[in-house]
C-alpha cells in the first residue's frame, strides 16, 4: 500500500519498529490525534495502553501528512542520522590511512563466507609440511585481513552517508527506523530496498564490450535489471529498489551531494525482469528503480 492513502499494521512495524519508538511516536502526536495519556509512577506523561493498542492507533489515525513531518524529526534525533552526518569525514580518513599503508586498488583480498578455505589455503596448506613458510604465510593473512577491513569500514560509512543526503535530498522521504523486511524509505509513499553494488556485474560487462561503461551510465536500468537477476536467492524480494552502483569501483565520494540531488525521486521506472528460482524455476517479475551511478 502506498502510505499516502493509508497504512498497514506491517508497515507500521516497518517504519517505526520497535513498540518503544511507535510509543514514542504516540507521544508526540498526541495534541494532533488525541492520544490517551497518563502519567506514571516516575512521574512521565506516557501513552495509556490499557485504552489503546498502539499498532492499531496509529493504523486508525494515520494521516500522512502530519505524520511525515513528526517522522523526519524523529530521524533527526537517531545515531543513525548523526552517524551519516559525519561520516564523510571519516570515509576520508581512513581513505588516507588506507593508502599510507600501501595499498593502491579496492580489490577484495577474499569472500567473507569462504574465509575457512581462504585461510587453508593461504597458511594452512602452505605451512602443515614446511614451517618455514607459516611467519610469511601469517603476516600475508594478516594483511588481508587488514585490507578487507578498511574495505568494510568503506562499505560502511559510505552506505550511511548515502543515506544521511537521500534523506536530505528529498522532503517525502520516510526512513525506517529499523530496516526490517527489506525496506530502507519511503519515496514518495512507496517502500524502497536500498542496494549497495560495487559493480555493474561481469556478465553485463561482458554483453557490451567495451561500450559496457557508456551503455550503465546512459541506461542504468538495464544494469539493475541484472544486478535483480543475479541476486542471491536467499536474499530475493520483488518490493520497489533503489540501486546505488559504484561504476568504476573506485570508492569516490566526492561530488556525490550533487549527484544525489541530481535524482528524481518521484519518477521510478518500472523494470521487468526473470528470475530462476532453484524450486519453482524461471518467473517473470517488475518493479519500480532508482538508479544511482556513481563514477570516478
Same mark, same amino acid.
Given at each position: 500500500?502506498?502510505?499516502?492513502?493509508?497504512?498497514? *499494521?506491517?508497515?507500521?512495524?516497518?517504519?517505526?519498529?520497535?513498540?518503544?519508538?511507535?510509543?514514542?511516536?504516540?507521544?508526540?502526536? *498526541?495534541?494532533?490525534?488525541?492520544?490517551?495519556?497518563?502519567?506514571?509512577?516516575?512521574?512521565?506523561?506516557?501513552?495509556?495502553?490499557?485504552?489503546?493498542?498502539?499498532?492499531?492507533?496509529?493504523?486508525?489515525?494515520?494521516?500522512?501528512?502530519?505524520?511525515?513531518?513528526?517522522?523526519?524529526?524523529?530521524?533527526?534525533?537517531?545515531?543513525?542520522?548523526?552517524?551519516?552526518?559525519?561520516?564523510?569525514?571519516?570515509?576520508?580518513?581512513?581513505?588516507?590511512?588506507?593508502?599510507?599503508?600501501?595499498?593502491?586498488?579496492?580489490?577484495?583480498?577474499?569472500?567473507?563466507?569462504?574465509?575457512?578455505?581462504?585461510?587453508?589455503?593461504?597458511?594452512?596448506?602452505?605451512?602443515?609440511?614446511?614451517?618455514?613458510?607459516?611467519?610469511?604465510?601469517?603476516?600475508?593473512?594478516?594483511?588481508?585481513?587488514?585490507?578487507?577491513?578498511?574495505?568494510?569500514?568503506?562499505?560502511?560509512?559510505?552506505?550511511?552517508?548515502?543515506?544521511?543526503?537521500?534523506?536530505?535530498?528529498?522532503?517525502?522521504?520516510?526512513?525506517?527506523?529499523?530496516?526490517?523486511?527489506?525496506?530502507?524509505?519511503?519515496?514518495?509513499?512507496?517502500?524502497?530496498?536500498?542496494?549497495?553494488?560495487?559493480?555493474?556485474?561481469? %556478465?553485463?560487462?561482458?554483453?557490451?564490450?567495451?561500450?559496457?561503461?557508456?551503455?550503465?551510465?546512459?541506461?542504468?536500468?538495464?544494469?539493475?535489471?541484472?544486478?535483480?537477476?543475479?541476486?542471491?536467492?536467499?536474499?530475493?524480494?520483488?518490493?520497489?529498489?533503489?540501486?546505488?552502483?559504484?561504476?568504476?569501483?573506485?570508492?569516490?565520494?566526492?561530488?556525490?551531494?550533487?549527484?544525489?540531488?541530481?535524482?528524481?525521486?518521484?519518477?521510478? %521506472?518500472?523494470?521487468?525482469?526473470?528470475?530462476?528460482?532453484?524450486?519453482?524455476?524461471?518467473?517473470?517479475?517488475?518493479?519500480?528503480?532508482?538508479?544511482?551511478?556513481?563514477?570516478?
Amino acid at each position: 500500500m502506498n502510505i499516502k492513502v493509508g497504512i498497514t *499494521k506491517e508497515q507500521v512495524g516497518l517504519i517505526l519498529g520497535s513498540k518503544d519508538t511507535q510509543h514514542l511516536f504516540l507521544r508526540i502526536m *498526541k495534541d494532533v490525534w488525541n492520544v490517551p495519556v497518563k502519567v506514571n509512577r516516575k512521574g512521565v506523561e506516557v501513552v495509556d495502553t490499557k485504552l489503546i493498542d498502539i499498532t492499531n492507533f496509529i493504523v486508525e489515525n494515520w494521516n500522512y501528512d502530519e505524520a511525515r513531518v513528526v517522522l523526519r524529526e524523529m530521524f533527526r534525533t537517531t545515531e543513525k542520522y548523526r552517524n551519516g552526518m559525519k561520516a564523510i569525514k571519516l570515509f576520508n580518513h581512513y581513505k588516507s590511512e588506507y593508502f599510507k599503508l600501501g595499498y593502491v586498488d579496492y580489490k577484495w583480498p577474499f569472500v567473507s563466507a569462504q574465509f575457512d578455505s581462504y585461510a587453508v589455503k593461504t597458511v594452512v596448506y602452505p605451512s602443515a609440511y614446511d614451517e618455514t613458510n607459516f611467519d610469511g604465510s601469517l603476516k600475508k593473512m594478516q594483511k588481508d585481513i587488514e585490507k578487507f577491513s578498511y574495505l568494510k569500514i568503506f562499505n560502511t560509512l559510505r552506505n550511511d552517508y548515502l543515506e544521511y543526503l537521500i534523506f536530505n535530498a528529498d522532503e517525502d522521504i520516510i526512513p525506517t527506523f529499523s530496516h526490517r523486511g527489506g525496506i530502507d524509505y519511503y519515496i514518495h509513499g512507496i517502500g524502497f530496498d536500498q542496494k549497495v553494488s560495487r559493480s555493474v556485474t561481469n %556478465q553485463f560487462m561482458d554483453c557490451y564490450g567495451e561500450s559496457w561503461r557508456d551503455v550503465a551510465l546512459s541506461e542504468p536500468h538495464i544494469v539493475s535489471k541484472y544486478l535483480m537477476e543475479l541476486g542471491d536467492e536467499s536474499r530475493f524480494s520483488n518490493v520497489p529498489r533503489f540501486f546505488i552502483v559504484d561504476v568504476d569501483g573506485s570508492y569516490d565520494l566526492e561530488g556525490i551531494e550533487d549527484r544525489v540531488k541530481e535524482i528524481s525521486f518521484d519518477e521510478p %521506472q518500472n523494470v521487468s525482469y526473470s528470475y530462476n528460482h532453484s524450486s519453482t524455476g524461471v518467473k517473470k517479475y517488475f518493479c519500480p528503480v532508482i538508479c544511482l551511478m556513481l563514477t570516478k
